[in-house]
């Protein structure tokens, strides 16, 4: 509070601003509604030279409020977002793609569909031409809804289909869906820029219909163009219609090697790791090595039983085979530091043991090869396996007595 | 409609011209000067910031006053510029421009401010420490530096149009300022000092009432109990003003527009405007908002009926006093001075210059009491302490002038 004697109207609609903040903040609606009451009078002094000005204010306090408020209806709201559209020619569009996407949240398909039709129609001068980009954007949308009709129709389709009763008026109706929903689709993933849903779609159709090479095209651009912004989701479209489509291990691994440079941590990690340890190639293998081992720097990772067996298995065939040893002290040696602590702690051994016995198998394995059969951790779990009396716990003891040496060339 | 219907004042434009000959114009900032004015003359039971309070709380026309104006006057143009208000009131401007009207008008001296009128400080003080919850006993304190520094004469307190020898007095803040060296030299406000004497005022009204069950007599006043209390209380109106002060609405249901061409425009806008605040009105929750109070002259009441003891009037400062050769006087021996010199008032506009962290926290609390209830800055409140010291320190500043911040009465 300021003990400011001196009012006027800005800095009186400046205080009045910052009570609606912390009204907002706190999700006091009915007191952010009181003083954004008090605030609508700026809309007369609403000179538009600042950048955010009382009109806009207005409509993005006024819609937060109208979408929480409890007393407050889908119709009230529809209303005042129709009198925001008046206010502010150069946001117009913009307008329009926020209530649709408000329509969307709150299940009103049909509505959000005709407000994106008459968005579509919209003509205003020079503003159509500088409103480019919210003009594509509706028309994504309403290919996007399009995608959705069209998918509705497929699986009536489907189902008539298994009962078989053939109709007709339903997969004309689907085919001028996918059409409307084509073309809208295929202009806005031409712009560099995030567009997982409609690719998806778009792929999904094109797939659907038997194109299978517009389908790779599309994907491939939207992965390896330049201008689009660095996705790990491009990628992993990419792997999944290749995965689908049967294609060669090689296309398969070049795909997923791009996804490893960009997100290690990323859960296919674990396909890509059983791929490349079955490879012939040394190279293949030496990579799904580094693959797995970069998995599991992550604290996500963790406790991950399956990616923890994925090691295990490589780092106790290399091991048997003797041979690249060198690998695992390469990818050890800049672990060794933290490693230890990260995942080999004698807490973690008692709580892996007490959660999550398979867990701990292969941690232990892990563990007793890269630390030796001193480390705190295999002493734990090999020790409580065998009293346990579990078999394979005292084989993997076995193992890792019979293979310690191993351990000081690793480390040294 | 034709033009002259909204051709607005015939000399609108050439009156917001930067006229030199003319520095008196009239504004409406200056409307409430002349009512100040009248008000002095007559010698009315208001003072200045009670008045301007009462403009801002909407009880005196003055805020969108051009809607009671008759319909034959359409303002227009750049009569906006003249009649649309868009900020309080400032108690400064209206104080100067008043004397500066006074003195163009040529007026003579005006009616003597004598001890019975309200506008004198004993009298005023006595308004004010009741509102402040302070005990009645310091009225005596307020008198006796009054009469000391001569305050009270006639002569200092009547206004003289067009005598630049004499201060002008402003009687409310003056009256503040007062009670607020009265508190220092009885209380010391060092942030210290007064919550010792609040101990020991606390340790003797324990005794009292464990040692005779039917004491008779005030008990004594205890610093930090009044702080608390008040500060309690002023903290729960400063937050309601503050919230009225963001929730203020300057605008009425009568538009104004500049010309013909953008009357439509205007009332469009109004017309959203009115069915916005309906909307979300109706989501407020609160019951729509209730009838103006009535304009009341005192913003904090006591009541010596409250068995809370929240009430210190009666309360009696016999703990902090001494009898020295027959006369009353503080046990505090000490007192800082806000400034060892003043400023020149002419050349920065103003005695003194005010910086919270420069000044212990109590001193800064009972400004900040006296601020809200006058609506002016602290440092407004703070020069006129200065003011009162240097007069009341007079000969001791003189002999000690620049080393010694604390003097010994």
Redesign the interface.
Known sequence: SSHEHKLNFRKSKEACLSYIQDALLQKQWKRAAEFLTCYIESLEKDYSREHIGPSEMIRRIGTEILWHHSQSSMKEFSCFMEQMKTLGVKRYLKVCLEHVFHLLCNGQIDEAYQNLSLAESWRFGEQTAIQDKEMKLIQAYRGLLDYYSWSKQKNILLEHGEDGFSDLAVEQEMHSYFRKAAVNLKEIIKIPGVWDLFVKCYVDLLEFYGDHNEARQVLNEYAYNSKFPANPNAHVYLYQFLKRQGESKKSLVSALKILHDIVPSHELMIDFNTMLQKSKKRKKRRLGLEVIFAALDYAGWKENAKAWSCLARQVKQIVISDKHLDWIKKEWNSRKDWWPAFHFSRYLAKRNWQENKSLSYEKALVAGILLGKDCKYFKYISHQGCKAQLKRFRMMKRFVNRHNPVYLRISG | ESTSVYSGSVDGSLYLMKNQKEKLRMTMPMTLSFCYMALLWLREPITLSELLRFVVEGHIPYLNVFQHFPEKMKLCGLDLKIFSV???P??EEVFNKMHELAAFLDLPRFPEITESCFLHPDMLCMKYLMEANLPDELHNWTCRVVKKIGIGEVDFLTLVPGNKSTRKVKYDVLAAALIVVVLKLLFLLDDHYEWFLSEFAEERNKNDTEVCIFFSGAPYFEFKKWYEVVKHSLDVE??KL??E???????CEK?LFYSVKNKSK?VK??Q??V???N????????VGRAEKPNPSSFQLSWSEENTDGSCFHGHSLKGILQEKCGLLTAMNPDYWLCTVKLCNEKLCGHLAHYKEVEFPQSYHFVL?LF??LL????SYIHEEVCMIEHKLFNKKLCKKLKYNSVLRK
């Open positions: 868009e900020s309080w400032v108690y400063q937050k503050d919230e002060r963001a929730k203020y609405l300057w605008r538009p205007v806008r109004r959203m405007v069915n916005l605040q909307q979300f009105g109706k989501l407020s929750g609160s900040r601020s809200f609506r002016i800055q602290p």
